[in-house]
């Protein structure tokens, strides 16, 4: 009986194991041919026409020409106007005692001082890739306050003359070609306005994922001279092409490239364009709307096969 046990043991074992090879066998099979179905019936998108425009904020500073009107003698500071303002060659700006101060030139007259005079320079600014110096916004001199002869009593901004702003900006593949060049240009929009303008480049410099830029602006107002802080919208990009999902596109020899479908062969595409974001690459050359492409390139085991 013992024997009996034993053996009838036994051959459930090998029963068992034999049912868990041919589950196992039968497994594999199966999942090799999902993976040579999903070969031949690979997920498909379609390309469609869109537009790209990259949008980022520009904190910068603002750097101009400037000189310091001093009292000419002692005596109680009078002016007209407590805002910066446009004056002519000769213009009275102020008086001490009743006794005009005059500048030698036209241009912008602000009765207000921020300490920066004389050391917001280009060559102090620009060369270290570094947080800005601190400043402040410029402080008003009080109409009637008394000063001593060679006092300051505020600052003169001759015109015309080119208004600069230094800004470090974040690196991305938009704003880089739009400081390609020698006439490099960049579009920025204030926040009063819905228009862009093209501002120059001066110089350049790149540091990791920042950009330090120095841009001379189409506009100079008086008004800018309350502070030496400048911010608007960088614009970059405005491209016009297809945007697909990230997995669309592989990186072979250097070589970007999709997989476009023509009729029931799939064949592999070069394409120029750049990541619009984590998830996402903007197409500008090689795809056209209307073109399928398989979703997951990265599956596709060679550059032609057929699809059933």
């Known amino acids: ?105 036209p241009g912008y007259f602000f009765p207000a001082l921020d300490g920066q005079e004389g050391l917001w320079v280009y060559s102090r600014l620009w060369p270290e890739f570094a947080p800005f110096p601190f400043f402040r916004s410029a402080v008003l001199l009080e109409n009637g306050t008394q000063l001593r002869k060679g006092a300051p009593l505020g600052k003169f901004v001759p015109q015309p003359q080119v208004l600069r702003c230094i800004a470090y900006l974040d690196r991305s593949p938009s704003l880089e070609r739009s400081l390609q060049g020698r006439d490099a240009s960049i579009r920025i929009r204030l926040a009063s306005e819905d228009k862009d303008r093209n501002a120059e480049v001066v110089a350049v410099k790149f540091a990791g994922q920042k ?42 020899d250097g070589r970007s490239l999709v997989f476009l479908v023509q009729g029931s062969r799939v064949v592999s595409q070069d394409v120029e364009g750049f990541p619009a974001d984590d998830r996402h690459f903007f197409i500008t050359k090689g795809v056209t709307p209307g073109n399928k492409l398989i979703l997951d390139a990265d599956k596709t085991p060679s550059a032609v096969i057929r699809l059933w």
């Open 1 to 105: 009986m013992e024997l009996q046990g034993r053996v009838g043991l036994l051959g459930r074992l090998v029963y068992y194991a034999a049912f868990l090879s041919i589950f196992a066998l039968a497994a594999k099979s199966y999942l090799v041919w999902l993976e040579q179905y999903k070969q031949l019936h690979p997920e498909l998108i379609e390309a469609s026409a869109v537009g790209y425009l990259e949008e980022q904020p520009l904190e910068g500073i603002l750097l101009w020409d400037e000189q310091v009107i001093h009292a000419p003698k002692d005596g109680v500071l009078t002016y007209l106007s407590p805002l910066p303002r446009r004056v002519a060659k000769g213009e009275t700006v102020a008086a001490l005692d009743g006794v005009a101060v005059r500048v030698p030139a």
């Open 211 to 252: 950009i330090k830029v120095c841009l001379r602006l189409p506009f100079f107002p008086p008004s800018f001279l309350r502070s030496r802080a400048f911010s608007c919208r960088v614009v970059a990009g405005d491209l016009q092409g297809v945007m697909v999902p990230d997995t669309a596109v592989i990186v072979r």
